[in-house]
């Protein structure tokens, strides 16, 4: 558990290093000790078996030759394998050996056998090879032990004691130089792909895997590009969608506040005219005071009821665009729809004797709604006509229309609260030397509506200017 948590800390490319080095390292120790074991033991099978065919090549020459002096055959099978021969008659009686010394502690006394019974094989110091075979030179049969000594395989077992330790650090070394060539090859895509990761997972979908082939490597990075891409799409409409569904509710605040306020100052507008009316008719049914004038007092209540009418169709008006009106657009010729709103008011320009001046390109063409841009431009000139000094422009610079008209003072008024509802510049605040205060809260309401369209509205050098920016 320990050694887990701690290679937990490590990176991807640590890991796979220690993990294929402690594999190399292992699997080093188990190669090299099964072969210190084992080699001996294969070496001595393998020395046994060769001097074994040997002794029988030997013994099949003496069996089927009777010219060979069969000590000759005996010298030569010991000087080619390094054994001992021992050749015994039936009495048990060493009749000929290729042992040039006898005296030798492993002979036993009267050199008749060899120092270990004949029956057995040798310790794994020596191999010996008992047979008994007819020899045809002599025509009789005899006993042969030929014992191999095995002095040199302590020589082996040191040499593999001395070589086992260098051939470990040679493999550790040159394995560990491997291990981390493989893991930096296994690793680094690992970590390419997890910094391409890291990065979608914070919204940046510019970096892109560009493994090459048909492995496993290629095939992830493709999936992960097209994740990226597929991630960002889906990011990018969520956005969108998160983004409208916010305008539409900020819309929809903005809507129910204005529904609110205008619901406020329509109360207050009825109110007085209401009034008027209800005192000037309960006057004249009881026949009080002045009001036994019915005849004036009628002429004077039918104005207030025409007034009161009058205000019931402008807020009629203005119910019908709080509603969500479909907007549709098209190409609308400006100088066009100018031109038609200014000919049905040439009377009133006539009677007031102003002075106007339109200086709009024939082919100024703008893609907007032609209702909303006709009611827009009706108010703001029908205004600039009835509140003007003597004189209106109506000129555009390239997407720009401007409606301006001298007034008679410099008003000092906040600009925002000509946009409000029933709002009135003249002190008295009333209807009388007025309108109604809702023409600039319908252009606001139709723009906010439509959208695309940037407006402004300043009052400077005792002119009233009014521009329009079509985006």
């Known amino acids: 558990m320990y050694l887990k948590r701690m290679l937990n800390n490590f990176s991807i490319k640590k890991k796979v290093f220690i993990i294929s080095t402690v594999f190399v390292v292992i699997t080093s120790l188990v190669i090299y000790s099964l072969l210190y074991i084992l080699f001996p033991k294969i070496y001595l099978s393998n020395k046994e078996s060769i001097i074994n065919s040997s002794l029988e090549d030997t013994l099949k020459i003496l069996k089927e030759d009777s010219n060979i002096d069969y000590r000759y055959a005996l010298n030569e099978f010991s000087y080619n394998n390094g054994s001992q021969v021992f050749v015994f008659n039936d009495k048990n009686d060493l009749e000929y050996t290729t042992v040039k010394d006898l005296n030798k502690p492993f002979f036993r006394e009267g050199n008749k056998v060899p120092p270990q019974n004949k029956d057995i094989r040798g310790s794994r110091s020596e191999i010996k090879i008992k047979k008994r075979v007819y020899i045809k030179s002599i025509d009789e049969y005899r006993e042969i032990i030929s014992i191999t000594p095995l002095g040199y395989k302590k020589d082996i077992d040191d040499v593999m004691t001395i070589i086992l330790p260098i051939m470990l650090v040679l493999t550790i070394i040159i394995g560990s130089i491997i291990t981390y060539i493989y893991s930096k090859t296994i690793s680094n895509p690992l970590l390419k792909i997890n910094s391409v990761c890291k990065a979608i997972a914070k919204k940046?979908?510019?970096?892109?895997?560009?493994?090459?082939?048909?492995?496993?490597?290629?095939?992830?990075?493709?999936?992960?590009?097209?994740?990226?891409?597929?991630?960002?799409?889906?990011?990018?409409?969520?956005?969108?969608?998160?983004?409208?569904?916010?305008?539409?509710?900020?819309?929809?605040?903005?809507?129910?506040?204005?529904?609110?306020?205008?619901?406020?100052?329509?109360?207050?507008?009825?109110?007085?005219?209401?009034?008027?009316?209800?005192?000037?008719?309960?006057?004249?049914?009881?026949?009080?005071?002045?009001?036994?004038?019915?005849?004036?007092?009628?002429?004077?209540?039918?104005?207030?009821?025409?007034?009161?009418?009058?205000?019931?169709?402008?807020?009629?008006?203005?119910?019908?665009?709080?509603?969500?009106?479909?907007?549709?657009?098209?190409?609308?010729?400006?100088?066009?729809?100018?031109?038609?709103?200014?000919?049905?008011?040439?009377?009133?320009?006539?009677?007031?004797?102003?002075?106007?001046?339109?200086?709009?390109?024939?082919?100024?063409?703008?893609?907007?709604?032609?209702?909303?841009?006709?009611?827009?431009?009706?108010?703001?000139?029908?205004?600039?006509?009835?509140?003007?000094?003597?004189?209106?422009?109506?000129?555009?610079?390239?997407?720009?229309?401007?409606?301006?008209?001298?007034?008679?003072?410099?008003?000092?008024?906040?600009?925002?609260?000509?946009?409000?509802?029933?709002?009135?510049?003249?002190?008295?605040?009333?209807?009388?030397?007025?309108g109604s205060g809702l023409g600039l809260y319908i252009v606001k309401t139709f723009l906010e509506l439509h959208g695309d369209i940037k407006y402004k509205l300043q009052i400077k050098d005792n002119k009233f200017i009014f521009k329009l920016e079509f985006l």
């Not at 209401?274 to 005849?295: P, S, V």
């Not at 004077?300 to 203005?318: A, P, R, Y």
């Not at 422009?393 to 409606?403: C, D």
Request: proline residues 0%; glycine residues 2%.
């Open 204 to 434: 940046d979908f510019s970096k892109k895997l560009d493994f090459q082939g048909v492995d496993e490597f290629a095939e992830l990075s493709k999936s992960i590009n097209l994740i990226s891409e597929n991630l960002k799409e889906n990011i990018l409409k969520l956005e969108k969608a998160n983004k409208k569904l916010k305008l539409d509710i900020e819309k929809e605040k903005l809507q129910d506040r204005r529904r609110r306020d205008f619901l406020r100052a329509i109360s207050h507008e009825l109110k007085t005219p209401i009034t008027i009316i209800n005192g000037q008719i309960e006057g004249m049914i009881y026949n009080i005071g002045k009001y036994k004038d019915r005849d004036k007092y009628l002429n004077q209540t039918l104005k207030s009821v025409n007034k009161l009418k009058k205000l019931t169709s402008e807020i009629i008006e203005v119910s019908k665009v709080e509603e969500e009106v479909k907007v549709n657009k098209e190409l609308v010729n400006i100088k066009d729809m100018v031109l038609d709103i200014v000919s049905s008011r040439e009377y009133l320009i006539n009677k007031s004797k102003k002075h106007l001046d339109i200086s709009i390109d024939e082919e100024a063409v703008v893609y907007i709604d032609r209702s909303i841009l006709e009611k827009v431009l009706s108010n703001i000139i029908g205004n600039s006509i009835k509140y003007s000094k003597e004189n209106i422009k109506i000129f555009m610079e390239e997407n720009i229309l401007t409606i301006e008209n001298d007034i008679f003072k410099e008003l000092e008024v906040e600009i925002d609260k000509l946009y409000e509802a029933f709002y009135r510049v003249e002190e008295s605040r009333n209807s009388e030397s007025g």
